[in-house]
Protein backbone atom coordinates (compact mmCIF):
# COMPACT_ATOMS: atom_id res chain seq x y z
CA UNK A 1 0.00 0.00 0.00
CA UNK A 2 1.55 3.78 -0.56
CA UNK A 3 2.02 5.66 2.26
CA UNK A 4 2.15 9.12 1.65
CA UNK A 5 5.37 11.10 2.87
CA UNK A 6 3.57 13.46 4.48
CA UNK A 7 2.26 11.19 6.89
CA UNK A 8 5.36 9.32 7.76
CA UNK A 9 6.53 9.86 11.62
CA UNK A 10 10.07 11.29 9.76
CA UNK A 11 7.95 13.81 8.46
CA UNK A 12 6.22 14.62 10.95
CA UNK A 13 9.05 15.50 13.16
CA UNK A 14 10.25 17.41 11.05
CA UNK A 15 7.49 19.77 10.88
CA UNK A 16 7.07 20.16 14.58
CA UNK A 17 10.94 21.25 14.79
CA UNK A 18 10.09 23.56 11.79
CA UNK A 19 6.83 25.04 13.95
CA UNK A 20 9.43 25.45 16.71
CA UNK A 21 12.00 26.88 14.96
CA UNK A 22 9.83 29.92 13.83
CA UNK A 23 8.28 30.11 16.87
CA UNK A 24 11.80 31.00 18.50
CA UNK A 25 12.16 33.34 15.35
CA UNK A 26 9.28 35.45 15.92
CA UNK A 27 10.12 35.57 19.78
CA UNK A 28 13.43 36.68 19.36
CA UNK A 29 11.93 38.96 16.68
CA UNK A 30 9.54 40.36 19.47
CA UNK A 31 11.72 40.84 22.07
CA UNK A 32 14.05 42.41 19.39
CA UNK A 33 11.07 45.24 17.98
CA UNK A 34 10.80 45.83 22.42
CA UNK A 35 14.36 47.34 22.07
CA UNK A 36 13.82 49.24 19.19
CA UNK A 37 10.17 50.10 19.89
CA UNK A 38 9.99 50.75 23.54
CA UNK A 39 7.41 53.84 23.08
CA UNK A 40 5.03 51.06 22.69
CA UNK A 41 5.21 50.01 26.28
CA UNK A 42 2.47 49.39 28.44
CA UNK A 43 1.97 52.45 30.63
CA UNK A 44 2.59 51.52 33.99
CA UNK A 45 3.67 53.72 37.36
CA UNK A 46 7.75 53.91 37.28
CA UNK A 47 10.35 53.65 40.29
CA UNK A 48 10.83 56.93 42.22
CA UNK A 49 13.23 59.56 40.22
CA UNK A 50 12.00 57.90 36.61
CA UNK A 51 13.01 60.20 34.14
CA UNK A 52 10.18 61.00 30.93
CA UNK A 53 8.68 57.87 29.90
CA UNK A 54 10.59 57.72 26.43
CA UNK A 55 14.15 58.46 27.39
CA UNK A 56 13.82 55.72 30.50
CA UNK A 57 12.17 53.02 28.01
CA UNK A 58 15.39 53.54 26.15
CA UNK A 59 18.05 53.85 29.03
CA UNK A 60 16.64 51.28 31.51
CA UNK A 61 19.34 48.29 30.66
CA UNK A 62 16.64 45.73 32.85
CA UNK A 63 19.30 45.29 35.13
CA UNK A 64 17.16 44.91 38.14
CA UNK A 65 19.26 46.63 40.72
CA UNK A 66 16.17 48.91 41.71
CA UNK A 67 14.11 45.58 42.60
CA UNK A 68 17.02 44.59 44.86
CA UNK A 69 17.52 47.16 46.75
CA UNK A 70 13.81 48.25 47.43
CA UNK A 71 13.20 47.23 51.13
CA UNK A 72 9.09 46.70 50.64
CA UNK A 73 9.86 44.76 47.59
CA UNK A 74 7.56 47.29 45.56
CA UNK A 75 9.43 47.21 42.42
CA UNK A 76 8.50 44.25 39.95
CA UNK A 77 10.31 43.79 36.16
CA UNK A 78 7.24 43.52 33.16
CA UNK A 79 6.90 39.66 32.19
CA UNK A 80 6.83 38.99 28.12
CA UNK A 81 3.28 39.75 28.34
CA UNK A 82 3.71 43.64 28.72
CA UNK A 83 4.70 43.34 25.25
CA UNK A 84 7.15 45.97 24.17
CA UNK A 85 7.70 46.71 27.56
CA UNK A 86 9.76 43.41 28.99
CA UNK A 87 12.23 43.70 31.60
CA UNK A 88 11.41 46.99 32.43
CA UNK A 89 10.72 48.07 36.29
CA UNK A 90 7.16 48.99 37.39
CA UNK A 91 5.04 49.22 40.35
CA UNK A 92 1.90 47.91 41.07
CA UNK A 93 0.48 50.35 43.80
CA UNK A 94 -2.63 48.20 44.61
CA UNK A 95 -0.37 45.04 45.17
CA UNK A 96 2.84 46.49 46.69
CA UNK A 97 3.37 50.34 47.11
CA UNK A 98 6.54 52.44 47.49
CA UNK A 99 6.27 53.43 51.42
CA UNK A 100 9.64 55.25 50.68
CA UNK A 101 11.41 52.99 54.03
CA UNK A 102 14.48 53.55 52.77
CA UNK A 103 14.19 57.16 53.23
CA UNK A 104 17.02 57.31 50.81
CA UNK A 105 15.52 56.31 47.71
CA UNK A 106 17.95 53.80 47.70
CA UNK A 107 16.43 52.56 44.23
CA UNK A 108 17.53 55.79 42.70
CA UNK A 109 20.60 55.37 43.80
CA UNK A 110 20.92 51.63 42.91
CA UNK A 111 20.55 52.66 39.30
CA UNK A 112 23.55 52.69 36.87
CA UNK A 113 22.28 54.02 33.81
CA UNK A 114 20.57 57.41 35.38
CA UNK A 115 17.10 55.95 34.55
CA UNK A 116 15.75 57.23 37.89
CA UNK A 117 17.38 60.29 38.29
CA UNK A 118 20.38 61.14 40.74
CA UNK A 119 18.88 64.79 41.02
CA UNK A 120 16.54 63.33 43.47
CA UNK A 121 17.76 63.44 46.93
CA UNK A 122 14.67 62.84 49.16
CA UNK A 123 11.05 61.52 48.55
CA UNK A 124 9.76 65.27 48.52
CA UNK A 125 11.07 65.89 45.47
CA UNK A 126 9.73 62.49 43.48
CA UNK A 127 7.09 62.48 41.26
CA UNK A 128 5.96 58.97 40.31
CA UNK A 129 2.08 60.41 39.74
CA UNK A 130 -0.96 62.19 41.24
CA UNK A 131 -3.85 60.25 43.24
CA UNK A 132 -6.77 60.24 42.21
CA UNK A 133 -10.77 59.36 44.01
CA UNK A 134 -11.85 57.19 41.55
CA UNK A 135 -14.77 55.49 43.48
CA UNK A 136 -16.30 58.56 45.91
CA UNK A 137 -19.40 56.95 46.20
CA UNK A 138 -17.68 53.96 47.51
CA UNK A 139 -15.54 55.31 50.37
CA UNK A 140 -16.41 54.17 53.76
CA UNK A 141 -15.67 57.56 55.23
CA UNK A 142 -17.76 59.09 52.77
CA UNK A 143 -20.88 57.21 53.87
CA UNK A 144 -19.33 58.32 57.66
CA UNK A 145 -18.37 54.62 58.35
CA UNK A 146 -15.44 53.45 60.32
CA UNK A 147 -13.25 50.09 59.63
CA UNK A 148 -12.15 47.73 62.12
CA UNK A 149 -9.94 45.35 60.87
CA UNK A 150 -7.13 43.94 58.79
CA UNK A 151 -6.98 46.99 56.33
CA UNK A 152 -6.47 43.91 53.21
CA UNK A 153 -7.52 40.98 54.84
CA UNK A 154 -5.67 38.40 56.51
CA UNK A 155 -3.91 37.22 52.74
CA UNK A 156 -2.79 40.11 52.06
CA UNK A 157 1.08 40.35 51.47
CA UNK A 158 1.88 43.63 51.20
CA UNK A 159 4.24 45.65 53.82
CA UNK A 160 4.22 48.95 55.10
CA UNK A 161 6.40 51.11 57.35
CA UNK A 162 4.40 52.26 60.33
CA UNK A 163 5.46 55.29 62.42
CA UNK A 164 4.18 54.44 65.85
CA UNK A 165 5.88 50.97 65.82
CA UNK A 166 9.46 51.50 63.91
CA UNK A 167 10.06 53.88 60.99
CA UNK A 168 12.58 51.97 59.33
CA UNK A 169 11.17 48.45 59.51
CA UNK A 170 8.06 48.00 57.03
CA UNK A 171 5.95 44.89 58.58
CA UNK A 172 2.76 43.47 56.60
CA UNK A 173 -0.47 45.03 56.88
CA UNK A 174 -2.31 42.19 57.76
CA UNK A 175 -0.01 41.95 61.42
CA UNK A 176 -1.63 45.47 61.79
CA UNK A 177 -5.27 45.60 62.81
CA UNK A 178 -6.72 49.03 62.06
CA UNK A 179 -9.58 50.11 64.24
CA UNK A 180 -10.92 53.74 62.99
CA UNK A 181 -14.15 55.23 64.25
CA UNK A 182 -13.90 56.76 60.61
CA UNK A 183 -12.16 55.18 57.87
CA UNK A 184 -9.63 57.78 57.78
CA UNK A 185 -6.20 55.09 56.23
CA UNK A 186 -5.50 56.78 52.73
CA UNK A 187 -5.08 59.99 55.18
CA UNK A 188 -2.88 58.33 58.30
CA UNK A 189 -0.63 55.68 56.00
CA UNK A 190 0.28 58.66 53.73
CA UNK A 191 4.23 58.81 53.95
CA UNK A 192 4.04 62.71 52.48
CA UNK A 193 2.67 64.94 54.72
CA UNK A 194 -0.29 67.02 53.39
CA UNK A 195 -0.50 64.94 50.16
CA UNK A 196 -4.21 64.13 51.50
CA UNK A 197 -6.97 65.19 53.89
CA UNK A 198 -10.31 64.20 54.81
CA UNK A 199 -13.40 66.88 53.83
CA UNK A 200 -16.55 67.05 55.03
CA UNK A 201 -19.21 66.47 52.71
CA UNK A 202 -21.59 68.79 51.68
CA UNK A 203 -24.93 68.17 52.93
CA UNK A 204 -23.67 64.77 54.01
CA UNK A 205 -23.06 63.09 57.46
CA UNK A 206 -19.42 61.98 56.21
CA UNK A 207 -16.15 63.28 54.99
CA UNK A 208 -14.56 62.66 51.58
CA UNK A 209 -10.35 62.77 50.58
CA UNK A 210 -9.39 65.14 48.92
CA UNK A 211 -5.70 64.89 46.95
CA UNK A 212 -3.38 67.88 47.35
CA UNK A 213 -0.35 69.49 45.58
CA UNK A 214 2.39 67.48 47.69
CA UNK A 215 1.01 64.40 46.52
CA UNK A 216 4.02 62.42 44.76
CA UNK A 217 1.78 59.34 43.44
CA UNK A 218 3.70 56.79 45.51
CA UNK A 219 0.72 54.77 45.82
CA UNK A 220 0.37 53.80 49.39
CA UNK A 221 -3.34 55.54 49.42
CA UNK A 222 -4.29 52.77 46.45
CA UNK A 223 -2.76 49.99 48.55
CA UNK A 224 -4.15 50.45 51.98
CA UNK A 225 -7.66 51.11 51.21
CA UNK A 226 -9.95 48.52 52.50
CA UNK A 227 -12.35 49.25 49.85
CA UNK A 228 -12.64 46.43 46.77
CA UNK A 229 -11.92 47.82 43.79
CA UNK A 230 -10.12 50.53 45.71
CA UNK A 231 -11.27 54.29 46.41
CA UNK A 232 -8.09 55.85 45.37
CA UNK A 233 -6.14 55.15 42.35
CA UNK A 234 -2.54 56.39 40.96
CA UNK A 235 -2.56 58.10 37.69
CA UNK A 236 1.13 57.20 36.28
CA UNK A 237 3.42 60.41 35.07
CA UNK A 238 0.24 62.77 36.21
CA UNK A 239 1.79 66.08 37.78
CA UNK A 240 -0.06 68.73 39.77
CA UNK A 241 -0.28 70.89 36.89
CA UNK A 242 -1.77 68.54 34.54
CA UNK A 243 -4.58 67.85 37.11
Do not use: N
Not at 92 to 120: E, H, K, N
Amino acid sequence: MFTSKKSTPRHQESRRRFLRTMALFFGVIGTSLATIFPAFAKSRLRPPGAIEEGEFLASCIKCGQCVQVCPVQAIDLADIDEGMGIGVPYIDARSQACDFSCDAVQCILACPTGSLSPTVSKKEDVRMGLARVARLEACLAYHGQGFKGQARGPHFQGLLRYAEIDRWKPIPVKDYPEDRELCDLCVCRCPIEKAISLRPVEGGKGMKPVIHEACVGCGVCEMICPVEPTVIVIDERKTWETA
